[in-house]
């Protein structure tokens, strides 16, 4: 499934609201993330940091978290959303590898609404995922 312009907004959307959910009273530096999955679903979350500060969880993998766990597997679309714009990190671009395809727009945005958009691929060249693993088994 190929996410419209109206799909691909509205996900943007989710993820300006769920950053207004974030709970990042260290970094102050707030995150929202919505995925939409196969099915048509949208789940998001905000990053929720703690006092043991490695502990913290970042926005998409709240979001991918969420959504595995109502038994949506696939995505095909991410959104994140910042103050400044601010791409996943690179923990947070594998796990969603695991559960998205090589060509899976990642829109990157702004609380104004703007965004970007690349692949999947773009964040994350060459990745490794459970196809190499079956290669060799
Ligand atoms: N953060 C995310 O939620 N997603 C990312 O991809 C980058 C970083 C969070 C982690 C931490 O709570 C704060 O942003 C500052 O690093």
Redesign the pocket.
């Known amino acids: 499934m190929k996410p419209s312009l109206e799909d691909r907004e509205k996900l943007v959307h989710e993820a300006t609201l769920a950053r207004t959910r ?1 709970y ?1 009273p ?2 102050r ?3 929202g ?1 919505a995925i939409l999955t196969e099915d048509g679903q949208i789940f998001s979350g ?4 703690n006092a043991v500060y490695p502990l ?7 979001a991918i978290a969420s959504a595995v766990s109502a038994g949506a597997h696939r995505v095909v679309a991410l959104a ?1 959303v ?1 103050a400044n714009g ?4 690179g ?2 671009r594998q796990v969603l590898r695991e559960f998205a395809d090589t060509d899976t727009p990642v829109l990157i945005g702004t609380p104004d609404g703007d965004y970007h958009e690349l692949r999947l691929e773009e964040l994350l060249p060459e990745s490794f995922s459970v196809t190499d693993l079956k290669e060799v088994q």
């Open positions: 974030a990042a260290y970094s530096y707030q995150v993330a905000g990053n929720v940091e913290g969880l970042c926005a998409e993998r709240v994140v910042t601010g791409t996943p990190c923990a947070c």
